[in-house]
C-alpha cells in the first residue's frame, strides 16, 4: 500500500499528472460530475466513464468509456449490475494500471451506483492506489433507494483510503426546475473538486492533491458542504455559516472535526481581515479547540461568494442507519461484513427493521 506520498510523486507535467491520478465517474450522477470536473480541471487528465446508459457519456470529449450491458437484463437491483460489471473488470483493471490515486465519484442508492462503485474501489485497493469515494447520497424522501445507499456506503468504506459525504438534499436549489437544479448540483460538486484538488486559475492558491490526499486518509468521515452568498459586496463569514449549518442536516458531531479545508470564492476586493475573519470563526462553530484549518482563495467570483468547506473527523453520519440489515445486527452485537451478494436471511432482518 502506498502511505507516504511526496512531492514528486506527482510531477506537474503539461497540462496534468497525467494517468497517476485517475479519477472515474460511475452511473449517470457519477458521469455527469466527472464530466464536469473534466471541463474545470487543467491538472486532472486521466478520466474514466463507467455506466450502463450511453445517454451518460454521450457528450463526453475527455476520457475512457466503460459501458455496461445491462439493458437485456434490467437494472432491477444493484446484485445484477454487478455481475454484469464483473464481465469488464479486465478494462477497469488496465486504466488503473499506473494509478497511484483513484477517485471514485458515484451517486449512491441507484443500482449503477450502488453496485459497481464497490467493485471498483476493491480493484484500486488490490492494485495498491490511495483510493477516495466522493458519494452522493440520496434525498430523504426516495426510501426505496436508502437500503442500497446504505450497503454501498459500507463497502465503500472497507475499501477506501479516505470517504467523502454529500448530501443531494442540501445542494439543490428549490425554486429552480428540476433538471436545472440538478444541473446546478452537479456544477457545484465539480467546482468544489477543482478549488480543493488545486485549480490553476490567476488569482488564487489552494491547498493542492497532495494536501488532499493526506487529509483524506482517514477511516473517519468526511463531509463536503457548500454555501453561496449573492451579493455584490464580500460576504465571507456568512457564507462560511451556511454551509457550518448543512453539518446539522447531516447528522454529525460537529465537535468530532479534527481537520478542516475551507476554500473561499470571491471577488478581487477580498481583504485578508475578512478571510481571517471567516476561518477564525469556524473554529468557534466545529471542533473541540484543537482543530486543523487550512484554507484556499478564489478572487474571481464578482457578484458572488462561495463557502467551500471539507470537514473530516465524523464517526457517523445520519446516513449509517440507510442500511436497515446493518443496523439490526448492530442491535444484535453482530458486526459482519456483508455485500449484497451475500446469502442472508433477508425476510427475517427486514422483518425487524420494519418493528425496530
Known sequence: MLTNLKLDDFPLSSPGYGNKVTVIGVGSAGCRITQQLSRESKLLEHFVYVTCDDHDVANVSRGERIIVDAISAGKESPYKVRALAAQKLSEVKHQLNASRVVFIIAGLGGSVGSGIAPLIAAEAQAKGAITVAILVMPFGFEKPKHFFAGGALKQMRSYCSGVVLIDNEELINEKLPLIDAFSLVNQKIALALNKLLGSTEPNEFSKGLINMVDFLKTKSYSVLCLADIESSEIRCREAVIEAVKHLDKIVVDKHEASRSIVHLCADKSVTMKEVISSIGGLSG??????????????????????????????????????????????????????????????????????MS
Not at 461568494?305 to 453520519?317: E, M, P, R
Not at 439490526?328 to 456483508?338: D, H, S
Open 285 to 354: 462553530m466545529i471542533g473541540d479547540g484543537t482543530m486543523q484549518m487550512e484554507y484556499g482563495l478564489s478572487a474571481n467570483s464578482p457578484g458572488q461568494t462561495t463557502a467551500i468547506i471539507l470537514a473530516t473527523g465524523f464517526s457517523t453520519t445520519k446516513f449509517d442507519d440507510y442500511d436497515p440489515v446493518d443496523r439490526i445486527l448492530r442491535n444484535k452485537g453482530t458486526n459482519m461484513e456483508i455485500g449484497f451478494d451475500s446469502s442472508l436471511n433477508w425476510q427475517s432482518l427486514l422483518s425487524d427493521a420494519e
